[in-house]
């Protein structure tokens, strides 16, 4: 996964909106806790791409990418929770929910091509 490529561009575009949000949810709602763990997940996913483009190993480039995974994962959660207590409205959630999402399918494809040609 060297050079610029489309998980890559889809992680530092869904970073910015999900910084984006971070801003409205602590200038406009006033919310500081849940909004500082979508930052830290959110921001997570394309850092830890970026770390696995420059792994020292497949077993790193493989720890990497999971680990981005676990957090889409993570982010996932956190917005259901914004949503389920109306900090963010149904349709803010459902887009960022689904750019997760499809970060999720993306990282999980790569995750299982690396198995199946490590066995």
Known sequence: MK??????NKSFAFAIRIVGVYKYL????????????????????????????GG???????????????????????????????YLNNLEAKNLLEDAEELCRILGKIQITLKSRNS
């Open 56 to 86: 020292q190993s497949g077993k790193d480039f493989f720890s990497k990418i999971s680990i981005s995974y676990k957090e889409a994962r993570e982010t996932i959660y956190w917005l259901k929770l914004l949503e389920a207590t109306e």
């Open 26 to 53: 602590t200038i406009e709602k006033k919310e500081f806790v849940l909004s500082k763990q979508l930052l830290r997940a959110g921001t997570s996913i394309g850092a830890n791409i970026e770390e696995s483009i």
């Open 3 to 8: 050079g610029d490529n489309i998980v890559q």
